[in-house]
């Protein structure tokens, strides 16, 4: 069986202070967030719904309830390149931690976990992901100890793209069906593991991962709100005027044909831009930030092809 440095990047315990700071970072995600958290607490931890149903509807028989009990621990997070979507299922581990009081192990799938076409090779590997995750759940389940297991899969087309696609490989269509396999055995299994897939491109997924995620999360360009609350974020302690604030909201949205400008953008490629043009000698100038906001370009948004 492989090794856990064979399958995960090294694994993470939550919260800790990079991706806390990364969590926070992430504004005008507060829906997102919140129907995150909610739906991780309860696939988590489903005890908590029993206990909230007898509080709240005491001596009712729920049927509601009922639909919760099968469903699959697996999320999907769609979107544009830079919308925030692995940045979010890398650190919400950190509010899940607070919310359960408990710790939160984030696990990272390998890329290489898809093998090197041998027959066979990638859905062995996939499995032993599955056993490895669920072997350290089920042995922390019910002491002090336990813990919540996320396990994050990255550019997730590239390992569970729709077995329809005609010149998909045989060795990917059995990885697929790998994967599927290890989703349907933790739903209903009460193991506190949550599966998250973040993808550029929904539309290759296979329709058989997408109809069991209990959520698909959309991770869009940001809009007017959002992009004035990362901006003044960012820039917080800088002296800038307000209108320049106003000013950049406008220079970083959509304009005609283009697209605005993604949170990673304005976070990463257009406020260090700005430190660095006046890195080592003079501040940073309202009139010298507008001007390399308008200069920058968005990236380009990712065409999905099927």
């Not at 909610?38 to 009712?60: F, I, N, V, Y």
């Not at 430190?275 to 308008?294: G, N, Q």
Request: proline share 6%.
């Amino acid at each position: 069986m492989s090794t856990q440095d064979d399958l995960f990047h090294p694994v993470v315990e939550l919260p800790e202070p990079v991706r806390q700071a990364r969590y926070d970072r992430l504004v005008g995600l507060d829906d997102v967030k919140l129907r995150l958290r909610k739906e991780a607490m309860l696939l988590a931890t489903p005890d908590r719904l029993q206990a909230w149903a007898a509080t709240h509807h005491p001596g009712s028989e729920l049927a509601a309830l009922d639909l919760f009990t099968d469903r699959a621990p697996l999320f999907v997070f769609a979107g544009d390149v830079g919308s925030g979507k692995s940045a979010l299922a890398e650190s919400f581990g950190c509010d899940l931690a607070d919310q359960l009081d408990l710790p939160v192990l984030l696990y990272r799938l390998k890329l290489s976990t898809r093998g090197s076409g041998l027959v066979g090779e990638m859905t062995t590997l996939i499995g032993d992901a599955f056993t490895h995750l669920k072997a350290q759940a089920a042995a922390r389940t019910g002491d002090r100890a336990r813990r919540v297991l996320v396990f994050v899969v990255d550019e997730a087309d590239a390992l569970v793209q729709s077995r329809e696609a005609q010149q998909m490989h045989h060795e990917d269509r059995a990885g697929v069906d790998a994967f599927l396999a290890g989703v349907d055995s933790l739903a209903g299994a009460g193991l506190p593991v949550l599966v998250v897939l973040c993808t550029n491109r929904p539309g290759t997924l296979d329709p058989a991962v997408m109809r069991r995620a209990a959520t698909t999360f959309t991770f869009t360009r940001p809009a007017t709100e959002q992009r004035r609350a990362l901006l003044t974020g960012a820039l917080q302690g800088l002296g800038l005027r307000p209108d320049t604030i106003e000013k950049l909201v406008e220079l970083t949205g959509p304009n005609g044909s283009r697209a605005g400008f993604t949170s990673s953008d304005i976070t990463q490629r257009l406020v260090p831009a700005a430190v660095l043009d006046a890195f080592p000698d003079r501040s940073v100038r309202d009139e010298r930030l507008l001007t390399i906001a308008a200069e920058l370009t968005p990236s380009p948004v990712f065409a999905e092809q099927n």
